[in-house]
């Protein structure tokens, strides 16, 4: 699978780091990095991290959970 | 001892017949909003109806204290998105009455929906000014016409007084201060934020805030709002406790918020500041059995986390309304097999370009333990532990700590044990 985070959206809230923090985690300076490429065993996490965000910055294709996948 | 499993209105099975009543929610906002796609999201495909006491479609309420307030009123971001809710909307009513046996709900237009399942999703107010007051000028804010109102009157210029440095208070004062406007803002207590964050934070955001220029009045409060009294009726100031006065063209009270539960009066539901569920966010009576069919949700719901026993807590955030009314529906419609609400409290706040992140509860703290605390950098780590054990950190500008911190409340979290097993506790009448 494969996520998407929207950098003009982001604004760093961390809510994706705390319910998938094997794909999302900060770093010293606040920055969210982020794996593009995710195994499939992680999707449901990466869909909770993207439900909990509240911007809506976070996208994900390719697994059976992502929209219009 | 064995009690009867919960027998309730949808114990026929979740996906109820499409011609019954179905499932209602009451508050439109994003507990409910939330719950509905839940709902959705494990299958319910009967009707599903979402009431509303403002005419405005679902949105988020957090920017309306901070960029909304003096940035472009582009109020179309904050939009919830409602695809695939499939839901009927009723906005702009108010509920007025709930009867539990029967699962009626009235409207206050008269009308009565009943429901196979209710979720109570109506939030909370912004707690009112009740002394006088003059009639123009004094606003507090909760919705978006509310922060229209509000956002209209800093566009004037202020000065602005605000009642209350709480989070609300404070993310006014800083948004007051990024578009220039003179802000004095007054707090009983000692410092803003001391309550809940304690000594270290406080003096923290204290200081943010008089460098940024505020006239901050702490140990004070608002005694009395003045107006001009020339048949405009415009607030011009106050009068705080210590004798002083300040001059204001716009007072915010900020005070805290109050749970809506105005409607659920007589209806028989416990209600002690929120409607008080279970572990797994069912409607309790007063007798403390749950109520078949109800369960409740976000700022409204008093809920038991696992530190907080017996009366529980009520929180006002942002993710707590979306994980709670996820687990909301879940009961809903899975009542045999619910799971206990038990999440890691977080919340944010924006001030002057710092962010804050809280995680856990650290008013529940012995002992705060300072690990970073630079004004100049702006970076804030602290802490907090009851009896040895981490309950909560409060950070600035430190998003790595924070999540650490989560990840170790969240691990001792999924040590403690649930509440009472559903089903136990059987609903008996």
Redesign the interface.
Known sequence: MKTHVDRDLCD????C??AA?EVF????D?Y?LYTEEAGDELQEKVAKAA??C?V?AITFTGGSLAAGA | MTGPRMTGPLTSGPLTSATGPGIIVVGASLAGVRAARALRERGYGGRLTLVGDERHPPYDRPPLSKEFLTGPADAERFGLPLDGLEADWVLGRAAERLDPRRLVVALDDGTEMPCEGLVIATGSRARPWVADAPRRGVHTLRGLDDARALGAALAGGGPLLIAGAGFVGTEIAAAARAADVPVTLVDKAARPWIGRFGAEAAAFVERLHRDAGVDLRCGTRVEALTGDGDGDDRVTGAELSDGTSVAAGTVVVALGAVPSTGWLAGSGLALDQGVRVDAYCRALRTDGTHVPGIVAAGDVARWPHPWVPGRGLTLGHWSNAVEQAEVAARTLLFPQEPTAYRPVPSFWSDQYGVKFRSVGLPELADTVEVREQSTERRRLDLAYYRDGALVGALTANRAARTASYQAQLAAALALAPDGPLPGRQAATS
Do not use: C, I
């Open positions: 760093n809230h961390g809510q780091v705390f923090p985690s900060f770093d010293d606040d969210l439900a909990v509240p809506r």
